[in-house]
Nanobody
């Protein structure tokens, strides 16, 4: 069983920054080998892919809407994934979820992720 705990959400003005953290713990979990990503769900909308990373492969993935503004990174010393969010816009307002999986599959496809965190609220005011 793998548990993911997000933190770092909050209220920020447009143009500001936030850094989200996702602490990953559990039996069988290998930080470097697993694919860990971020999704978000705005009010009244479907949950959507934001970014993902597989440290062992050195690969990162981003949705076009956040490229150049968000950066995903990880710290394998404490099994924590981060999402640095800069130049935030009101349309970035959502609950942000961390998710992870061991196997292959389409990076942005939700059902391929095995474990999910509880989510953290990000609100960007205009």
């Amino acid at each position: 069983q793998v548990q993911l705990v997000e933190s770092g959400g909050g209220l920020v003005q447009a143009g500001g920054s936030l850094r989200l953290s996702c602490a990953c713990v559990g039996s069988g979990y290998t930080f470097k080998a697993w694919l860990t990503g971020w999704f978000r769900q705005a009010p009244g909308k479907e949950r959507e892919f934001v970014a993902a990373m597989r440290p062992s492969a050195g690969t990162t993935y981003y949705d076009d809407s956040v490229k150049g503004r968000f950066t995903i990174s990880g710290d394998n010393t404490n099994n924590t994934m981060y999402l640095q969010m800069n130049s935030l816009k009101p349309e970035d307002t959502a609950v942000y979820y961390c998710a992870t999986r061991q196997g292959p599959g389409t990076v942005a496809y939700e059902p391929t992720y095995d474990y999910w965190g509880q989510g953290t609220q990000v609100t960007v005011s205009s």
